[in-house]
């Protein structure tokens, strides 16, 4: 079965930076949308950013262009996201997803499977 591993994530200051890291197996990765999200306490999941399997195509969020960059590796079945500038309201579970599809989505029912999510903290 297909399953989606988060892990990279903690506590940072603001200004800081992180990576996380989405390990996926069960599914022929370079196929696949890969695409971050996340969810603050209270609100609804949102989307972040995406890629294509080849890496050509990629969709950020406005809140995030120029601080967020996606890539992945396809021989190692991973995606990341490095963020920097974080800032207090990136605070949020971020979830890696994967879409069987070659377009880009920025939905959450654009996306077929999901990781457990994992914590992103910004504070000082």
């Known amino acids: 079965q297909v399953q989606l591993v988060e892990s990279g994530g903690g506590l940072v200051q603001p200004g800081g930076s992180l990576r996380l890291s989405c390990a996926a197996s069960?599914?022929?990765?370079?196929?696949?949308?890969m695409g971050w999200f996340r969810q603050a306490p209270g609100k609804e999941r949102e989307f972040v950013v995406a890629?294509?399997?080849?890496?050509?195509?990629?969709n950020y969020a406005d809140s995030v262009k120029g601080r967020f960059a996606i890539s992945r590796d396809n021989a190692k079945n991973t995606v990341y996201l490095q963020m920097n500038s974080l800032k207090p309201e990136d605070t949020a579970v971020y979830y890696c997803?994967?879409?069987?599809?070659?377009?880009?989505?920025?939905?959450?029912?654009?996306?077929?499977?999901w990781g457990q999510g994992t914590q992103v903290t910004v504070s000082s």
């Open positions: 069960g599914l022929t990765f370079s196929k696949y949308i």
């Open positions: 890629i294509s399997g080849s890496s050509l195509r990629s």
């Open positions: 997803a994967a879409r069987d599809t070659p377009f880009i989505g920025v939905r959450t029912g654009n996306y077929d499977y």
